[in-house]
């Protein structure tokens, strides 16, 4: 079973950056997909990003493409999620998994470990 911490999460205003990392350990593959999903309070956890094993294929939410980026090292078991332009409505947790297979995928279901979350509030 893998184990995922994520770290990075805060306040931030309407417009302003933050950077999530998420760091796996214990019994890691470096051939699994990754991916972050986030829920707001009320709602469904949602797909935010995915990248594939070797960082040769990403999938976005429509919603964060092109102020959301997706990286992964594999040498450091390491993926993280720049966040750009961020506005209210991106305020959720954050929450870091690995996929069961190497390619990326928006359902929750391909995914078999999953961090704790990071809160993530953008003020307006």
């Known amino acids: 079973q893998v184990q995922l911490v994520e770290s990075g999460g805060g306040l931030v205003q309407a417009g302003g950056s933050l950077r999530l990392s998420c760091v796996a350990s214990g019994g890691t593959r470096s051939n699994i997909a990754m991916g972050w999903f986030r829920q707001a309070p009320g709602k469904e956890r949602e797909f935010v990003a995915a990248i594939t094993w070797n960082g040769g294929t990403t999938s976005y939410l429509s919603s964060v493409k092109g102020r959301f980026t997706i990286a992964k090292d594999n040498d450091k078991n390491t993926v993280s999620l720049q966040m750009n332009s961020l506005k209210p409505e991106d305020t959720a947790v954050y929450y870091c998994?690995?996929?069961?297979?190497?390619?990326?995928?928006?359902?929750?279901?391909?995914?078999?470990?999953w961090g704790q979350g990071t809160q993530v509030t953008v003020s307006s």
């Open positions: 998994a690995a996929s069961r297979s190497p390619y990326v995928s928006g359902y929750s279901a391909g995914y078999g470990s």
